[in-house]
């Protein structure tokens, strides 16, 4: 009987990870290094080989499921699942409810411990001023109803159900001074910028794994008061691009700036990269090296 349960002990955490793209894959890296078992699911074939060289297990898995047999995805067999599948919104797609909720169903059937969403604090779409999670949303507006809807099925998980609204994503290969090199115009340039580096998402992921009980809703975000004006000047500067065109005559002043005391206080984590401007500073000057 020691034995066994000695060998029990020491089986890795599992963990799934539905959509593996550029954060996906970060994640998939960031907790092969810490050991656990990890299955991650994409929908091309051609990207499984791509997964497994990070040292996942990877599979095909087709969103909404349809006549497919889910019953056969091993993702479901996990302790902690992760679900980074984009809304697909701006595609016109309106299906991301409908993805969200076969992936919930399955969850419940085969007893999965804890989801994590990663949604979007573009759910606070209209909203002006400091922006916390009990923030009223318009759902009067399409998108915003899309979101919550899908949001609302991983909040009525019957266990740990989490949903992290993602501020715009930076990082490796994702430089935010990319956006403006075919000289894109930039509306509302005196609001402020809500962006969070990959780094931070994927910690702040790792420990909510770790965490016992935890659910609710959180936004994940850096924590700085700079305009996109400023913010995206310097991102241009960086890469040596053309500076962006600014719609000077947008009505929109300080916009929203999403807050994220929540989660840091709930974790007590410390983001690397809470001054994203110095993180732009730094890159130009890597680039010069």
Request: aromatic share 8%; glycine share 6%; proline share 3%.
């Amino acid at each position: 009987m020691d034995t066994l349960s000695d060998n029990s002990k020491s089986e890795p955490v599992r963990v799934g990870i539905i959509g593996c793209g550029w954060l996906g894959k970060a994640l998939v890296k960031a907790l092969v290094e810490q050991t656990y078992y990890v299955i991650a699911t994409t929908q091309q074939q051609l990207k499984l080989k791509s997964i497994t060289d990070l040292g996942a297990q990877a599979e095909i898995l087709t969103l909404p499921f349809g006549d497919v047999n889910e019953n056969s995805a091993a993702v479901f067999c996990c302790e902690t699942l992760i679900i980074c599948i984009p809304p697909g919104i701006r595609k016109g797609k309106k299906d991301y409810p409908d993805k969200i909720a076969d992936i919930i169903k399955q969850a419940e059937h085969r007893h999965v411990n804890k989801v994590i969403l990663f949604s979007t604090t573009a759910v606070y779409e209209g909203i002006l001023g400091d922006v916390t999670e009990s923030a009223k949303l318009n759902k009067d507006n399409e998108k915003v109803k899309i979101l919550t809807k899908a949001e609302q099925y991983v909040l009525g998980f019957s266990n740990q159900g989490i949903v992290i609204r993602c501020a715009g994503l930076v990082g490796p290969n994702r430089h935010p001074g990319i956006f403006f090199k075919n000289k894109k115009l930039l509306t509302a340039p005196n609001a402020y910028v809500n962006l969070v580096h990959q780094t931070d998402v994927v910690e702040q992921i790792i420990l909510l794994i770790t965490k016992d009980i935890v659910s609710g809703v959180f936004n994940i975000a850096s924590d700085m008061q700079v305009t996109k004006k400023h913010y995206y000047s310097i991102a241009a500067k960086a890469l040596n691009v053309p500076l962006p065109l600014f719609d000077e005559h947008s009505e929109v002043e300080l916009g929203k700036k999403v807050l994220s005391d929540k989660l840091r206080d709930e974790l007590g984590y410390h983001y690397q990269y809470d001054d994203l401007v110095t993180w732009l500073i730094n890159s130009e000057l890597d680039s010069k090296n």
